[in-house]
């Protein structure tokens, strides 16, 4: 092997090093962690933010690259992805002082505990001047990065390579043009959805029986992960081996953790089945955001909120809860899983929803980036968009700008993701069917034939390939849309009788 690159394992291997610990101090803080960890926690993520960046960020690692840049021809198509990986990353970094670096790891903790409170209290006043903050230094990264265009794109390219406004701007106006009227079609039915998940309690501990069962069918691998509970569900990847996913269980809403548990068994299955042949690695993970969620949201939805899904698996649940499920059956349980609502909280949203809930963050960020808002303007922007896009208006903050965490972690540029996601799903399913029926697999609860499927043509390459790679060889072609605004149209045509 070329010693270059030997070095540059060598560095990747201290590199995830870091990281593992810092995954493990952000597990505990969002499941264990009692109130008060909050300022050991950013002193101590302060610290290893700094090991962090001298580690990666010097002459060394500066000239290890140029030499590896100059000797690109003579690596494998692994080294070749490595070198890459890492000159984009080191350019992520290196353009930040040392200093700067590290308080914004202290600041993302006080801001992340400061959101909490003020979510809790419904008061943004005591949010807004570390929102401001984590703003600010955002904006200053973006000059940092000088990349030059919309102040915006750096942003969406870090958690989405290759997105841009520009993309992302003509990608949601066809969601928009398709959705809409979809909704208006559905409301203006005016219908009452019957639904055997209201006004009847399910125990917490039938529920997590179900969840259990679920985990299996979905081939979650327990002996290399876990599932804990958390007041919001997130996945974290510890390694391949050591995959924690969380859920939410709430007596008088069943399908909250029901669908809580298999998307985030869909992230966690991309990390469990990421080759073996990665090893300890920064590129052992999920390719980016987009293709993440892509994951959870094939088996929350496609999978999940099919028919066929419950025409195969409501027989567990009826087993589970006999009593609440005794005049019930699959199809109404399909229909309540899928009822459409305009609602204030986007991870109660429809599927259908979901994504006008996401241009609102798009949109907002986007101004936030060009300029045009500020931390204190946020709370009236959010309730206006939501007016103009949902047709309904937070009566408080909590309910309104309040209910994501994400900007209080620093998070801008996330959110396109959630809908990308949405969409890569549907040009995965349809790429399937050229193999295997999607449907007749859930049918036959032959599960395996999907996550097969996924793991040989996402899963295995983890960071290896960059998502526009990842679609193109999975599909045999571009990302396209129209998979997903085609899926939308054929599903809540049928669920709601619209040709009538
Ligand atoms: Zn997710």
């Not at 002459?59 to 070198?83: G, I, P, R, S, Y």
């Not at 994951?295 to 698996?313: C, D, L």
């Not at 700008?401 to 998070?411: A, M, N, R, T």
């Not at 959110?415 to 859930?442: H, W």
């Amino acid at each position: 092997m070329n010693a270059y690159m030997e070095q540059l394992n060598k560095l990747d291997t201290q590199l995830n090093a870091l990281g593992f610990c810092e995954n493990l101090v952000f597990w505990d803080a969002a499941t264990l962690a009692p109130k008060n960890s909050v300022s050991g926690r950013g002193i101590a993520l302060e610290v290893t933010s700094e090991l962090y960046y001298n580690l990666f960020i010097n002459d060394n690692t500066k000239k290890l690259l140029d030499e590896l840049e100059k000797c690109q021809n003579e690596l494998t198509v692994l080294e070749l992805a490595k070198f890459k990986f890492f000159k984009e990353s080191y350019n992520q970094v290196a353009c930040i002082p040392v200093n700067e670096y590290a308080a914004y790891a202290n600041l993302k903790t006080k801001s992340s505990s400061a959101w909490e409170e003020a979510k809790e209290s419904g008061n943004f006043n005591t949010f807004e001047p570390l929102l401001q903050q984590v703003i600010d230094f955002q904006r200053k990264y973006v000059a940092y990065r000088q990349l030059g265009g919309h102040p915006y794109n750096t942003l969406l390219a870090d958690y989405e390579r290759g997105l841009t406004v520009e993309i992302a701007d003509k990608f949601f106006d066809e969601l928009r043009n398709v959705i809409v009227p979809l909704l208006k079609k559905i409301t203006d039915k005016n219908l009452v959805v019957p639904s055997p998940f209201e006004g009847v309690a399910y125990s917490v501990e039938g529920q997590k029986k179900f969840s259990n069962q679920i985990l299996d069918k979905l081939n979650f691998n327990k002996d290399s992960g876990i599932i804990a509970e958390s007041v919001h569900p997130f996945t974290m990847n510890i390694t391949r081996d050591d995959v924690r996913i969380t859920t939410v269980y709430q007596e008088d809403h069943p399908l909250s953790s029901i669908y809580s548990t298999i998307h985030e068994c869909g992230h966690g299955l991309y990390e469990q089945n990421i080759g073996e042949d990665l090893g300890f690695s920064k590129l052992s993970t999920g390719t980016s955001m987009g293709i993440h969620e892509s994951q959870s949201r094939i088996y929350e939805n496609n999978v999940g909120r099919s028919e066929a899904f419950w025409q195969t698996y409501f027989p567990l649940l009826k087993e589970i809860f006999s009593e609440q499920l005794k005049d019930s059956n699959a199809t109404e349980c399909y229909k309540a899983s899928n009822d459409v609502k305009t609602s204030l909280i986007r991870i109660e949203a429809d599927e259908l929803t979901y994504s006008l809930h996401i241009m609102v963050r798009y949109e907002i960020e986007k101004a936030i980036f060009e300029g045009g808002l500020d931390a204190k303007d946020l709370p009236k922007a959010w309730n206006d968009k939501y007016e103009e896009y949902l047709g309904v208006r937070p009566a408080n903050d909590s309910e309104g700008v309040l209910q994501d965490v994400h900007w209080s972690e620093g998070l801008f540029g996330y959110f396109p993701s959630y809908a990308l996601g949405s969409a890569y799903a549907s040009q995965f399913e349809s790429a399937m069917n050229k193999v295997f029926d999607f449907t007749e697999a859930i049918e036959k609860d032959d599960l395996s034939q999907i996550n097969g499927w996924l793991k040989e043509n996402i899963h295995k390459f983890g960071s290896t390939k960059n998502p526009a790679e990842i679609i193109e060889a999975a599909t045999g072609e571009a990302f396209n849309p129209k998979y997903f605004t085609d899926y939308l149209v054929d599903k809540y045509t049928k669920l709601y009788d619209l040709n009538k």
